[in-house]
């Protein structure tokens, strides 16, 4: 299994943000169900980066690749967003995976991330 990357894509605006059932894939049912969020915070080095963690828990049955999506908001607004890819991850497998995520205009509030979109490959 291959380290999961992510790259910044930096603001999205919430007018552009998918909806969780804008995914793809096979298998057993819609990939979004696959990603899950454990961690969304403000990066303490960095006051324009947040940082988020969390796993993709693959439910298919066949090795799959995914690329995902994450929206990051603070107060109802949309300051940032990441893509992640996490590559091979084998039938039944849970996978974790990190993210640094270009975020603006932050004040001191908590940050709220979700998964807007999944792609799900099987390899």
């Known amino acids: 299994m291959a380290a999961p990357s992510a790259t910044s894509v930096g603001v999205t605006p919430a007018s552009v943000a998918a909806s969780p059932e804008a ?8 990939p979004v169900g696959d990603v899950s969020v454990s961690q969304c915070v ?6 324009q980066r947040a940082v988020v963690n969390g796993t993709v828990v693959n439910h298919d049955t066949h090795m799959d690749d995914y690329t995902f999506t994450l929206t990051i908001d603070q107060g109802g607004q949309t300051v940032g967003s990441a893509v992640v890819t996490d590559d091979a991850v084998g039938s039944g497998a849970t996978s974790p995976w ?5 975020v603006s205009a932050v004040t001191g509030a908590e940050l709220t991330c979700s998964v807007t979109f999944v792609s799900r490959t099987s390899l």
């Open 23 to 30: 995914a793809s894939g096979v298998g057993a049912g819609p």
């Open 42 to 47: 403000l990066d303490p080095s960095d006051a």
């Open 98 to 102: 990190s993210a640094l995520g270009s």
